[in-house]
């Protein structure tokens, strides 16, 4: 097996003594980095089988990016290489996940022996998780979630379209999943034992973007003292996701034309053309049509890219997906957070539900993430989730009935007056069982005002007179107060009078 490793390391040096050894000695490919922050972006999209950290580096310790990368990825092995070592942090490093831990200055015979290991472990492990991941294909999608009839349709097209060759443009706005419906094409195609390698268009300046695509040649520019490959021979025989691939020059889009239309390609500085068989998948949340009609963007290789389109809606047009999400966002953060959180409290629910998420799916998993740290029970509640008051529909009573919303205001307090009038009347009079001037006595209010009033509010004493506990025709214009708040031990809201 052929395999990806990166070094990171804060002293040049010993990076490009580790290249050399590695590229000398080995058919794997490597990747340095001398900021451990850069090293953690190029895990998010690399899909690297092995990482050699330094334990003291200046912006991040070995340790910290060691528990980082097996947060992303917990399926990469890390070793962890120090001057300093002691038996105790050796210990440590192995117990946050490191697969070895190797002292410097080394032997080169180490090196070769733990990447030996390491790869053939890999390989086993990259066999059993193709295994399950044919296993979690009868379940659908592990992590893809959705109940909504827009959902089920792309699970059933997700499933119809993965195993095909057809090239699919996944659009949508930010954060409804686009890359997670890349990764499930992948998974359901017969290219998911292959690689599936993510390039993210936007982060990279264009010179750096074309040789991480296409790779370079030895002596193709200053610092090219190898040949390198690219992303695209990493890919071979896998898939390729172009991410946000609206933000790609025209020069590439031109190179990239040519590698969809007659699946060859060359690297930078090359002359021989070279080929690969790969399964492209692109995605986007800017119009490209638009930057079509702009001239930014090529219509020939949006006709080549959009053979098959996954538009996914915002979570605004999916609200009956929140509850699932939440839950498993819960289940999620929890663990994550060792917590035990059970249950998200009805009330909490319900604003969940209504709000409006410009930020999609990524925006309730923060939320959810964040109420998770904040909340200190079994049940997460509206206070967890912090959030912005302006948003919060006020909970009953005080919520506007729904026939005065679209009153003016005059004519909504009128009404809101006459509710009053006569739900506050029609108790006083079953409480003093329809003695009126009693009654008018208990409210401090003359006897003749409060027969003004039950004439407005058409009550009559008969009514109340016979019946002590009987029913009046009155409807309940009260929004029932809510069992949810209770249940969520919530405060009432004060309000202020005017
Ligand atoms: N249907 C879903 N089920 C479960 N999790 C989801 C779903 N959709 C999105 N997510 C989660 O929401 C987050 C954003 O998803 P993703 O990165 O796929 O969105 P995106 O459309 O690629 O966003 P962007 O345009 O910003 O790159 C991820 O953490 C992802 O796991
Ligand atoms: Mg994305």
Known sequence: MQGRILVVDDERDMLLLLERIITEETDHKVVTAVDPREALELVKTGSFDLVFTDLKMPKMDGIRLLEKIKALDPTVSVVVMTAFGTIETAVDATRKGACDFITKPFRRERILVTIANVMSFQSVTRENRVLREALGKQNGFASLLGVTPVMRDIFARIRQVAPTQGTVLITGPSGTGKELVAKALHTHSHRRDQRFITLNCTVIPENVLESELFGHVKGAFTGA??????????????????DEIGDLSPVLQTKLLRLLQDGEYRPVGGNAARRADIRFIAATNRLLKEAIAQGRFREDLYYRLNVINFDLPPLSARRDDIPLLSHHFLKKYAAANKKTITEICPLAMRRLRALDYPGNVRELENIIERGVIFCRTESLKTADLSLDPEQEPLDPPYALPASLRHLGFKDAKEEMTAIFHRQYIDHLLREHNGNVSLAAQKAGIQRQYLHRLMKEAGLVTNGYRDRPNGETDIPDMAPPTGAADEACGRQGRAINRT
């Open 225 to 242: 003292w190898k040949d390198k490959r690219g992303l695209v021979e990493d890919a071979d025989g896998g898939t390729l996701f172009l």
